[in-house]
Every structure is written in C-alpha cells, then in structure tokens.
C-alpha cells in the first residue's frame, strides 16, 4: 500500500463500516482499512468466512439481513460516520433467485439507507454495477440512461436511481458502476482465477469465444476507488448521489487475455474456445468511459493487466 493511500484511508471520518466485508470486494476493501486504522468494522454473514479467517472477530458483525428486518448499524455505541456497502446477489452465473436478487440489491439498500439517514453519517460509498447499462457497454457514460437486461441489472440501476434521489435531498452518497474487477480473493468459479489456476499449471481452462471482451480492473485500485469517494464526499468535494464508472477504459478480448497468460505463464499450445456463451456474453465491446472519474473523482486504473494476473498468482518480485 503507498504512502498516499494509508494517509486517505486515515483522513477519513470514523467509525467505519463495511457491509458485505465477507465478499470479494468487500474483503478487499475491509482489509485495506483495518491495516491502516482500528475503528472499522465489516458486516459478514458467515463468522468462518474464509477471506476474514485472519481478521480479529471483534471486528467482525455477524448476521443475516432478512426482510421485514431493520438494523440500526450501531457498533459500540458510536454511530459510523463512512459507510461502504458491497452487499451484493446476482452477480454470478449461479446465483439465479430473482425475488432475492432484486431484494437484496434494492429493497436492502433502501432499508439501510433509511436507518444511516437518521444518523450523522458523512460518507456513503455503493457499489453499482456496469450491467446497469445492458446491451450499452462500448464507453457508456454515467449520464447515459440505464438499459437493463438481466433482473440483476434492473436491481442494480434501481438502487442507483434510488440514490441519485436520495442525493438531491442532501444524503452524502456516491455509487461506484464497477467494471470486471477481480484480484486476491474473487471466487475461484470465476474467469480470472480459473485462468490463474490453471496457467501456474501451464495449461488454459475452457473459455468462451475468443472476441468477447471485458474491462478488467484490479481489485486494489477499485478499493482506492472506494477510498477516494468517502473522502470526497466527506470534504464536500463530491455531489451527493453521484455517480462513478470504474474501469480501465480498455476492452480486453478473451483471446488477448489468453495472449497475455500465455506469456506470463509459459502456457503451450493455444486455447480452446470452447465454453457455452453467458447471457451477457454479447459481441459489443465492453469497456468503461473513465473521464468523470479522472476529472472529478481524482481517481485512474493504475493497475496493468499483466500485472495484475502476476499479483494475482502470487507472482510478485
């Protein structure tokens, strides 16, 4: 972690809180703060969860959000003061319940939201989605209009839609539409750890047709990404309910990341195109326009993707 970024997470109004601390990017996220300060805390499910196998337990929130069920995300008697949530379902080619999906992406983030604007919250930080924009991928910029086309995008840009409201009554939110993040602790049925996987073993997995593209971006950015927004919005830098595309600004086609893991790890022979096409495998190419976060949020990938796929594996010098 540089300099710089241990001196933002430090200057931010505490308590803070991390709902979904058990996730991917919320694991990332949660570890990041807690090596720098001691007054954050994460929300998980599951007190085993083994991204958090190392953290202190009394950092740790555990429970279950059900409906009908509020919670006034107290810790020790001191209201937080930055929140970041990362709550997510649906995401993931298996998670397929739609009455869950658009609960646990709206319905609980309005439930939330109604209990943090009775407090005296600074900062709240949300991760959006780019499938917000559905078939409208190649550059889309955060004031083009939402065309979803999946149930968990239309539950995505609804918590959105609902916080941009919420903003122009004065509730200090930001949402991040995140990009194809991955890095330390994704889910290894994922794209990206399979490839990992199986490269450190000199072979490819199965892949889908080589020119679909996505735009991956390295998990440690997106935390700073997160980091950048709590503090702007703390400073009053940011317009409450705005919102923030976090990509690279690069499509990266499924043959050039099998071109890159080729060389990064030795691979023989050539992939095989193999794998069933997802519903949002479309041709389009998929890749964030990066200009309002650079210019307003302060905030750009630094991350390559050769070396990300390094981090990633372990393969750090």
Known sequence: MTPEMVGKIKSLPGPVLVLGAGGFVGANLFRALLAVRDDVYGTVTDPDNARLADINPERLLVGRFERGYRNPLVAG???????????????????????????????????????LACSDIVAYVHAGSSSEYGENVSGPREDNHPTPNSVYAESKAAATTYLQHKGIGGFPCVTLRLFSVY??????KRLIPTLVEAGL??????????????????????????????????TG?????DVFNIGTGIATTIGELAAIAKNLFG?????????SARDWDHGGK????????????????RTMLVDGLRKTAGLEP
Request: with cysteine; net charge negative; glycine share 8%.
């Open 201 to 234: 073993r000199k072979a490819y997995p199965p892949l889908v047709n080589a020119n679909i593209s996505r735009d991956f971006v390295y998990v440690d950015d997106v935390v700073e990404a997160f980091v950048d927004a709590a503090s702007g919005l703390s």
């Open 237 to 241: 830098r940011l317009t409450r309910g």
């Open 286 to 301: 998929w890749y964030a326009d990066t200009a309002k976060a650079s210019s307003v949020l302060g905030w750009t990938a």
């Open 267 to 275: 691979i023989p022979g050539e992939p095989a195109y193999t794998m």
């Open 77 to 115: 008697g001191c209201s937080f003061k930055t929140v970041f949530n990362c709550i997510a379902y649906g995401g993931y080619s298996w998670q397929k319940d739609a009455d869950l999906i658009r609960w646990t992406n709206y319905e609980l983030t309005k439930s939330i939201v109604e209990d």
């Open 183 to 188: 890095g330390a602790f994704e889910d290894p």
